[in-house]
């Protein structure tokens, strides 16, 4: 320290210094910045006429301070009469000239102390100066207050920010009245963060000012994820131009980076702009701080680089008394300005700036003008008031008694008073300013300020400072207007500065290498982020979704197929026909039992067959309710016990007819009478049906179909709440239980084809077994194939179980019920007998035309009568052989029926009519007839004669004799022909099921 101070002394020595000065009881210095430079022939001197260039806003800030004196003494601020007096010195924007004043007003505060025996101290009598406002820049203020700190003297200062003279452990003495650059720091981030520039290029001085200031707005940027493209550092002498313009075109070759944040004095602010418009830099955003953000000169000549810039300055209070002030000393009169030099340079000044019609006018224009001009004077006048206010709490804080007059407090006020002591008044207080209230914290700063941002606009090749917002202090808030700002480009239209375009709704950002460059990735299903730049997606609850764009969650109603929807009104109706359909069919095979159609399908078989169908049809009605765990479980039990019915009792009925009528079934196993039973085939169905039941037992166990809501995530979000029926391995191993009796059936059904139309209308169940299984393959396909549950799915099972049940009537039942209805000459025994004659000479001709009746067993009693015709055929006409030996009657051209109308059939109802109708089974030629050959038969049986002939020309076969049959041949066959008419007995029901046979004797 003591080293610094020997170096100082010796560069202050070199220099002269002039000041302004007002004499009064106290004193405090003013040190403002009247020239920017000093040349070698510049005397410094506010009145030399030398070529130092004027710092005009120096002049009014000095000027300023001289009013708020004068308002001080005016409205006797200081009690007791007390005057205040100034010392206002120009630093010139130089350290040395700054610490030359600081030193002299050292030398005014300093007192001489002796020591005596007593230990008494006595001091100088003349000890005016009490505190000092400036030295403006920080760096000044930082080397002035190094000075004053060491003799206890108050520096209040305007223009001073940075932050580093908060530190009270070095700089005691210091106070101000303007926000520090901390403060700056953050409503500077925050502007370039309401603008949405995260990629900027920041240009700076190594020096107190902008050094601080830019590592407390890296710290904010950090805070506000502001990265910097360009980090250019300037040492605090400026480089060369060329290293300059290295820099610079660094700068302007980075992409995607449009805003340059330059922090630097006005003069080095200068230099730099300077060498940039050289570069053509523009179409850029120019950031200026406070240092130069109000640099008319600066803006105006390089107006084409600063354009659509942005300036952040310390809040404008106006001051109307001040204004006041400057319009009187234009009016002074010739005579009084030349004899007062300042007075002369003051309205020099403001005449060539153009102030003096700005004083006079009242327009917006020339508002903006003087708003740039005092911009800093309302700081000024509060560090006066704030030093007066100090003064007169301490003078009137002293004990006086109360016979003491006016001028003795005066004279106990001055003799009391020195800066040490005023310090105390300083922090921690709340004055009356000269324009508005205002607090002094415990780090000298002020507790409450404001920051005005301003844009440069382009008025017809003058600069346009327009206010387009504030910043707060107190609530860190920032308050702009965009639609004001105009960057270059038109009002409004803000330019991009990022690195990476926005992330908005419904993307989140993936941070890169650089914090500021990202990639923007959309959320995931069911996903949102609802604000832009996201740094993830959060999930929507279960009862919503995502929408289109992945920005919010929107509520999804729950859906499932039920009697509301459309489809379900259709099908309902269906599945009501086919129900009702069933029950009349199931009424006509009732009411029809008896007749030979019905009586040759197995009644009991089919009654419960129709039944079945008739449940499968009630299927869709409890699939149409809302789903839920038991209803879930009924619907798929009762799915697979009823088509494991239907299928098992189809199966029963092919079955039992193939054990009947097959002739490759010839063991006594097959031909038990208990095989053929229906007994036997109801046991057989409830085994199968077991077998169905304990799997879903099984399944209902281990992994039981529950109801389930589905969340269908596409353009259209939905929820569907459906039965996990098919979504166990379980419902594999009972479809694939319906799959193998499906098969059975089929396969049985197809074999079975060549059958007596009869005997359960064989090629109409092999048609219809064909259909149910192409028909359930095709819908599950479908069904399966579809990728999202919903009504779809829940449609094409439905009409698989239609669909199904109307296939098993249409080709098993109908048949019947049209022979019943509408073909009642069909509908009696002689016509199931030439059924038979015609099954058994196809069955002979395809079994090398010949067989044995030996082979036949179980087919019942069996007769034989000998007959032939003139032209030797096998068959010629079929005969009718009555049980009590009546005579046969031909029947080959007309057989008599009673045939009923439609009404009586149906129900009962209606007259019979009598008609005759030819009726041929087989018939080898046409050429003629054979004649009518009364003939009896004798039944084939031990409890008959055994006579071997009779009279009419028959004969007895003994039961078991083999009998051979030769088919009808091209060759002339012997004229004797035996025919042989079989009878079967059905031993559970009696039904009469006649097969003809015939054989050569």
């Known amino acids: 320290m003591l080293l610094t101070m020997v170096v100082?002394?010796?560069?202050?020595?070199?220099?002269?210094?002039?000041?302004?000065?007002?004499?009064?009881?106290?004193?405090?210095?003013?040190?403002?910045?009247?020239?920017?430079?000093?040349?070698?022939?510049?005397s410094c001197d506010p009145l030399s006429t030398s070529q130092c260039r004027r710092y005009t806003k120096g002049i009014f800030l000095a000027e300023s301070m001289v009013y708020a004196v004068e308002l001080v003494n005016k409205q006797a601020i200081l009690p007791f009469n007390v005057s205040l007096g100034y010392n206002i010195s120009d630093t010139c924007s130089s350290l040395g000239v700054s610490l030359s004043s600081a030193l002299t007003y050292a030398s005014l505060r300093k007192s001489q102390w002796f020591h005596q025996d007593n230990r008494t101290f006595t001091q100088e009598k003349r000890r005016t100066l009490l505190g000092v406002i400036g030295a403006g820049k920080s760096e000044l203020s930082l080397a002035v207050n190094y000075i004053l700190s060491l003799y206890d003297i108050p520096q209040v200062a305007y223009a001073s920010s940075a932050t580093f003279l908060n530190d009270k452990s070095r700089y005691k003495t210091f106070l101000r009245v303007l926000p520090p650059d901390g403060l700056q720091a953050k409503a500077i981030a925050q502007l370039i963060a309401h603008f949405k520039w995260n990629y900027i290029s920041m240009v700076s001085t190594d020096d107190h000012y902008s050094g601080a200031l830019r590592q407390a707005f890296k710290e904010e940027a950090r805070r506000l994820d502001i990265c910097l493209s360009n980090d250019v550092v300037f040492s605090n002498t400026l480089p060369p131009t060329d290293d300059i313009q290295n820099e610079l075109e660094k700068i302007k070759q980075t992409k995607n980076s449009s805003v340059i944040l330059l922090f630097a004095t006005e003069t080095k602010a200068e230099e730099i702009i300077k060498v940039a418009d050289a570069q053509n830099l523009t179409s850029r955003i120019w950031i200026a701080s406070d240092s130069w953000s109000n640099a008319k000169r600066i803006i105006q000549q390089r107006l084409s680089v600063l354009k659509g810039s942005v300036g952040i300055m310390f809040s404008y209070h106006r001051a109307d008394g001040f204004r006041e002030y400057l319009r009187g000393k234009l009016r002074k009169s010739t005579e009084i300005l030349d004899k007062n030099s300042w007075l002369q340079v003051l309205t020099d000044v403001l005449r060539t700036e153009g102030l003096d019609s700005a004083l006079q006018s009242q327009d917006a224009q020339s508002e903006k003008i003087l708003r740039t001009a005092f911009a800093q004077i309302d700081y000024v006048m509060n560090s006066v008031y704030l030093l007066s206010h100090a003064i007169r709490e301490f003078c009137l804080d002293l004990k006086f008694l109360s016979n003491t007059t006016a001028t003795e407090k005066k004279q106990k006020c001055l003799e009391t008073i020195y800066p040490?002591?005023?310090?105390?008044?300083?922090?921690?207080?709340?004055?009356?300013?000269?324009s508005r209230n205002f607090s002094i914290d415990e780090n000298g700063d002020p507790a409450e300020c404001q920051y005005d941002f301003y844009n440069i606009q382009d008025n017809n090749g003058e600069p346009n400072y327009v206010k387009i917002g504030q910043y707060d202090s107190k609530s860190m808030l920032l308050d702009l207007n965009d639609s004001i700002v105009d960057f270059g480009n038109g009002f409004g239209r803000i330019p991009a500065s990022q690195c990476s375009e926005v992330c908005p709704a419904g993307y989140f950002v993936i941070r890169e290498s650089i914090q500021c460059c990202w990639e923007c990735k959309p959320c995931q299903n069911n996903e949102i982020s609802n604000v832009s730049m996201a740094t993830s997606c959060v999930a929507c609850d279960d009862d919503y979704a995502a929408n289109e764009n992945k920005s919010r969650c929107v509520y999804v109603p729950l859906q499932y197929f039920s009697w509301t929807h459309p489809s379900a009104i259709v099908l309902g109706l269906i599945t009501i026909f086919g129900f009702l359909l069933t029950v009349f069919i199931l009424a006509v095979f009732i009411r029809h039992r008896k007749s030979p159609v019905v009586r040759a399908s197995c009644f009991e078989i089919t009654i419960a067959l129709l039944v079945s169908i008739a449940m499968g049809f009630l299927l869709p009605i409890i699939q149409l309710s809302k789903p839920s765990s038991s209803l879930c479980k009924a619907s798929a039990f009762l799915f697979a016990i009823i088509f494991t019915l239907i299928l098992s009792l189809t199966l029963a009925k092919i079955y039992r007819t193939v054990l009947i009528l097959n002739n490759r079934y010839s063991t006594k196993l097959y031909q038990a009478r208990c095989l053929r039973s229906s007994r036997a085939h109801f046991i057989t169905v409830a085994v199968l049906t077991a077998i169905q039941v304990s799997i879903c037992m099984a399944w209902f166990h281990d992994q039981p179909p529950l109801d389930k809501i589905t969340k269908t995530l596409s353009l259209n979000p939905s929820r569907y709440l459906w039965c996990t029926n098919n979504t166990s391995y379980w419902f594999l191993i009972s479809s694939g239980f319906l799959i193998l009796l499906s098969v059975l059936c089929t396969i049985l059904a197809f074999k079975s084809r060549n059958f007596p139309e009869n005997y359960n209308h064989a090629k109409f169940v092999s048609l219809a077994m064909f259909t149910f299984d192409m028909?359930?393959?095709?819908?599950?396909?479908?069904?399966?194939?579809?990728?999202?549950?919903?009504?779809?799915?829940?449609?094409?099972?439905?009409?698989?179980v239609i669909f199904s049940n109307f296939l098993l009537l249409l080709f098993i039942f109908a048949p019947k019920v049209y022979v019943i209805f509408f073909r009642p000459e069909l509908n009696n025994a002689r016509t199931f007998r030439e059924m038979n004659f015609q099954h058994i000479l196809q069955g002979a001709a395809e079994q090398s035309r010949t067989f044995s009746l030996a082979s036949l067993q179980g087919h019942g009693n069996v007769y034989m009568m000998s007959s032939g015709d003139e032209n030797n055929k096998a068959v010629q006409t079929p005969r009718t052989y009555t049980r009590d030996q009546q005579i046969q009657v031909d029947f080959k051209h007309q057989l008599v029926v009673h045939k009923r109308s439609l009404g009586h059939r149906i129900l009962g109802i209606g007259a019979r009519k009598r008609h005759m109708v030819e009726k041929r089974a087989y018939s080898e030629s046409d050429a003629c007839d054979p004649p009518e050959i009364p003939g009896k038969y004798f039944r084939s049986s031990s409890k008959r004669s055994n006579d071997s002939n009779d009279a009419n020309g028959l004969r007895m076969i003994e039961e078991g004799t083999p009998l051979a049959i030769t088919a009808p041949s091209t060759e002339p066959t012997p004229r004797q022909e035996t025919h042989l008419m079989t009878e079967h007995l059905d031993a559970e029901n009696n039904d009469d099921i006649f097969d003809i046979e015939a054989t050569k004797n």
């Open 8 to 42: 100082l002394v010796g560069f202050i020595k070199t220099t002269t210094q002039y000041s302004l000065t007002l004499e009064g009881d106290l004193t405090i210095g003013g040190l403002f910045p009247m020239h920017l430079q000093q040349p070698q022939s510049c």
């Open 420 to 434: 040490k002591v005023l310090l105390g008044y300083l922090f921690n207080k709340t004055i009356r300013g000269f």
């Open 775 to 800: 028909v359930w393959l095709s819908l599950m396909a479908a069904y399966y194939g579809s990728t999202e549950r919903g009504v779809k799915q829940h449609v094409i099972h439905i009409c698989a």
